[in-house]
């Protein structure tokens, strides 16, 4: 920040403010925004992203009040952090500095979608560092825990998860935790497994269990011990169901993407057409039927009065 500075880019600060909202007396986060000229219209863009969204954030963290300002830093391409640092990463957090730095032209790059979800990414994890009073987090329960508060799971989640365990199978927390950083595809990776296994978590335990753990941890329990005390099961049975879980899905994954469930798909589609078909077909038919004979009784009624100058009508039959 410091060398933005004097390299004389102007600084553009959008402070967003503390709020309170209905849900409880939870105070959100006091954001300021720094750009250089450059980006000077993304701040302005950020500075409107609306704040609440935060909430899941702070839900998760136990906290009811989110500390300091946090200051949000956002970086050209062109600067020489930018240069110095991995393309495949899009930001990151330095919760002892309360700073997010954000590569806004990275923001699309997976796990996140957009800029938006980007930023509520990173702030999380200032959020959640505070919940633990700076104390280490295993990184994929932290990554996993962001990417909860940053959206819903979503198709795209869902299909890489499953491109995972086709291709990869099941791994350790060590193996998990060694993937983050190491490369684009490892780091993909590793979010991809992270967010499904820290949503499952959730999902067993609560979103409430998060903030406790987060708050033993910040007592300098383990966080093994933390993980076991806030949910009553033991981490390791946890990381086993979660397994068993997918490998009872992923048994049906090479049928369902192989040829044989293709065909059949395929022969299914087409007999349903056919099907489909046929009945337009009936159907069309019988309107020109009713067409037709709506056409010939009016004929034969005209032919049966000329033949008989005291028919009125009456019943005849059409054959």
């Known amino acids: 920040m410091r060398a933005l500075r004097t390299a004389g880019l102007a600084i553009v600060v959008a402070l967003i403010g503390a709020h309170t909202r209905a849900a409880g007396q939870t105070t959100l986060p006091s954001l300021r925004i720094d750009a250089p000229d450059s980006l000077e219209a993304v701040a302005q863009r950020v500075g409107r992203f609306p704040v609440d969204r935060l909430t899941t954030a702070m839900t998760l963290a136990g906290l009811t009040r989110a500390g300091q300002p946090i200051d949000v830093l956002l970086i050209a391409e062109s600067s020489d952090l930018a240069r110095g640092t991995p ?9 002892e500095r309360n700073l997010v730095v954000l590569f806004p032209n990275r923001a699309r790059s997976y796990p996140s979608d957009s800029l938006e979800t980007l930023f509520h990414h990173e702030v999380a994890h200032i959020l959640f560092s505070r919940a633990a009073r700076g104390r280490p987090v295993p990184r994929w329960f932290n990554e996993g825990l962001a990417l909860a508060a940053e959206r819903p799971v979503g198709l795209g989640d869902r299909s890489r998860l499953a491109w995972t365990l086709v291709r990869y199978g099941g791994i350790s927390l060590a193996e998990l935790e060694r993937l983050f950083g190491t490369n684009l595809a490892a780091d993909q990776r590793a979010y991809t497994i992270a967010s499904a296994l820290v949503r499952d978590l959730l999902r067993a335990h609560g979103e409430a269990s998060a903030g406790r753990i987060l708050s033993m941890v910040g007592r300098d329990h383990p966080f093994d011990e933390a993980f076991e005390t806030a949910t009553g ?77 005291n028919a009125s009508g009456g019943a005849y039959e059409v054959h």
């Open 233 to 309: 099961e033991p981490l390791p049975v946890a990381i086993d169901r979660f397994w068993s879980r997918q490998r009872q899905w992923a048994r049906w994954i090479p049928f369902l993407t192989g040829p044989a469930f293709l065909w059949m798909a395929i022969t299914l589609l087409a007999l349903f057409a056919i099907r489909a078909h046929r009945l337009r077909r009936a159907k069309q038919r019988r309107l020109w039927e009713a067409e037709e004979q709506s056409e010939i009784e009016p004929a034969l009624r005209e032919r049966l009065v000329d033949s008989d100058p």
């Open 87 to 95: 393309p495949w990463i899009s930001g990151f957090a330095d919760a």
